[in-house]
């Protein structure tokens, strides 16, 4: 039920978008192949997520494209002993997030975790022109959870020069 | 100027991170190679690049900063924080600094 909480509003817009999508494939301008202006931020509205139930969540935000990391492949591991072991591979949807939790309920245990943005491959689908091999390819992120009774929602901003993750709510 | 330099900034407190350990590793190999390991000055810079013009190369470095020793929180969000990255070209510099606070990293391509 919380979850449906956090997600509707994301999927109501993003279905939205969707409608409009469709709709303006019906119109001859739109079929006529223009070149779309940069995608604004559509599905990046702002979720609440305040007094959830103790989770990780991730948000991914395109500084490059100024709109939500759509269809970013993230490995998420888990570190055991000297080496993180894969738990499970993530693409973010049209708002930038993760369909679920990366982490929830059982499944969130303190301990250190790494995200591996697959940023290489994004930017490639995004055309940006970028040296060979680019800056930044596959970008690890590590964290630790330590506090098991406190929700974590992590927002990562990147871009092909930079990026900049935080604790966010 | 070619090679590596960093610089570590608490943005908290809008003071140099010093006296951190910074270590850079060759992570085109595996296991990765550690090129240098030194703690950073109290600039939060390290008295010599990390990989000097004489070595500058192609290839994928990745800069370790534990920062984890320098917050001391129990609830900080990262320990030691990895910035990967490609030198794509050598006659550059790579200047690739580490802007923090406990819950709180961000990096990038400076000069």
Redo the contacts between chains.
Sequence with gaps: MANEDMLQPARRQFALSGLALGAAALLPAAAAGQTSPPAPAQGASPVVQAGLSPRLTVHAIDIYSGSAGAGLRIDFSKKEGDSYKLVRTVITNGTGRSDEPLLIGESYQAG?YELLLHMDEYFARKEAKL??????????V???I??IT?R?HLPIQFGP???????GS | MTGITTHLLDIATGRPLADVQVELYDVATDPPTLLNKVRTNPDGRTDAPMLPAASARTGQFELRFHVGEYFKSAEALSDVVPVRFAVFDAAQHYHVPMLCAPWFFSTYRGS
């Design positions: 250190d040296p060979a091999p680019p800056f930044l390819s596959k970008v690890p590590r964290i630790r330590s506090d406190q974590i020069w930079s990026y900049t993750y935080s604790r």
